[in-house]
């Protein structure tokens, strides 16, 4: 399904759980490019418990990725 936590679809979808959809078609509406054509199986794997608590580690979590990415572009400049 989604291999990487940073395709767009994947961001979009977490950061509607993070912003309190809980609804799985509609997190599955987010899907874009190949990810559109299994939206049965997002719609499944979408679907399940997920709480403000899970929402705010989600966050956490995310922004420790942006924290990371952008320190790694950063060192990477610099390394050309």
């Known amino acids: 399904m989604a291999s990487s936590i940073d395709s ?3 961001r979009d979808m977490l950061e ?3 912003g309190g959809e809980r609804d799985p078609r509609r997190l599955a509406e ?3 490019g190949r990810m559109r054509t299994k939206k049965a199986a ?3 794997s979408l ?3 997920f709480d403000d608590h899970h929402a705010e580690l989600a966050r956490i979590l995310l922004d420790q990725i942006d924290a990371l990415s952008d320190q ?3 060192l990477t400049t610099r390394i050309e």
Do not use: D, F, K, M
């Open 8 to 10: 767009r679809s994947v």
């Open 16 to 18: 509607a759980l993070i």
């Open 30 to 32: 987010l899907a874009r």
């Open 42 to 44: 997002l719609v499944e």
């Open 47 to 49: 679907t399940g418990r």
């Open 72 to 74: 790694i572009a950063t």
